[in-house]
């Protein structure tokens, strides 16, 4: 008998019409979760983006790095890069680059690093006030190993599909726990130190090739990009995953969250005073991928006045967050953390890879 008969469904082409889900190895590759800027630029070097996204910019040029809600059709956001600064002689050890990193356990499918190791798919949409040949790679945690791809953008200020296709590597190590399986890196203009051959694994910290488009040389140059997906398999990319947005939260908060009170007595967190300090038992909203460092700012006790943090024993679901007071309540005495300034203040903690 036919499936019909028993009242399945007929799967058919799903997986070519993008009905399967947990393909994409990227989280926020459709750039719709900004918890720390809440789409604000960012130009300072060695810092987070949009969720999941990094960048780093060593050398004379700047960049600024925001949320943009100009995007292509399908889609509501994109990472836009502006250059503030151009570095117009790009020294040999000049880095600027974006970069996203994906956890080992969520690679070790691939089986990178072995003789079964797949080949994959990387697909995005990018548009540019610049044209030409750009480049990027896929890493691993060592940065001894990267495969140098290139992609080219025909027309300035249009939104153009890409994929690449890239095999497996078969050598090197790639960490499949909790630590960097894949780094996947675009290039904005690095220097010749980190040069190499394109689309072939190389045993060194390559990230393009020469001749690739620097962005970071010319000023007020744009490039945005929007929709990344890597996933398994050397066949035609398959349709972006969009997941929902609570979903898509969710696997952010294993690395970032931040809670951010909407008005003056919005309530972090409860705890116990100890005569100098204030202890606080801070549940997390997902397991973390590590146990985390926080941070606070523009926080109040609502007894006794917050100085700075004295220690933190964290877990990956938990922590006791231990704040120092003044003039606070007896030991024992119960007390809470809140915002001080409606919108402003926040707790936030950090399990980056």
């Excluded at 499918?109 to 044209?131: K, M, N």
């Excluded at 960490?175 to 780094?183: A, E, S, V």
């Excluded at 060194?204 to 490039?223: D, I, M, P, Y």
Aim: hydrophobic share 40%; charged share 10%; with cysteine.
């Amino acid at each position: 008998m036919t499936s019909k008969a028993f009242g399945l469904a007929q799967l058919g082409n799903a997986y070519s019409d993008g009905a399967l889900s947990n393909r994409n190895k990227i989280i926020n590759g459709a750039m719709v979760i900004d918890q720390r800027n809440a789409g604000a630029a960012v130009t300072a070097d060695n810092t987070f983006l949009v969720d999941r996204w990094g960048q780093r910019q060593v050398g004379g040029g700047s960049l600024s790095y925001q949320q943009s809600s100009t995007a292509p059709a399908g889609f509501t956001n994109s990472l836009s890069v502006t250059v503030a600064t151009a570095d117009a002689s790009i020294a040999a050890g000049d880095n600027y680059h974006l970069f996203h990193r994906i956890e080992g356990f969520n690679t070790a499918d691939l089986g990178f690093g072995s003789a079964s190791a797949q080949s994959v798919t990387l697909s995005f949409w990018v548009r540019s006030s610049l044209t030409g040949t750009f480049g990027g790679c896929l890493q691993n945690s060592g940065a001894n190993r990267s495969y140098v791809f290139q992609y080219a953008i025909s027309a300035a200020d249009t939104w153009e599909y890409k994929t690449i296709t890239i095999a497996g590597d078969t050598s090197g190590t790639w960490l499949t726990t909790n630590g960097q399986g894949i780094g996947v890196i675009y290039d904005m203009g690095c220097g010749t130190n980190f040069d190499g051959t394109a689309n072939a694994w190389n045993a060194a910290n390559n990230r393009r090739a020469s001749g690739n488009v620097q962005l970071v040389g010319t000023l007020n140059a744009t490039w945005q990009i929007t929709g990344v997906q890597l996933e398994a398999g050397d066949n035609a990319a398959t349709p972006f995953e969009h997941r929902s947005f609570g979903q898509e939260l969710a696997l952010c908060q294993r690395y970032y969250w931040k809670n951010r009170p909407s008005s003056l007595y919005t309530y972090i967190a409860v705890g116990i005073s100890r005569v100098t300090y204030m202890g606080l038992l801070i549940q997390y909203p997902q397991v973390m991928r590590a146990a985390p460092t926080f941070n606070y700012s523009n926080l109040a006790a609502d007894n006794g006045t917050l100085t700075t943090a004295l220690a933190t024993y964290a877990g990956d679901t938990s922590a006791l967050y231990q704040l120092f007071t003044t003039s606070g309540p007896p030991s024992g005495d119960a007390n809470s953390l809140r915002s001080n300034s409606a919108g402003v203040g926040f707790l936030e903690a950090t399990a980056e890879l």
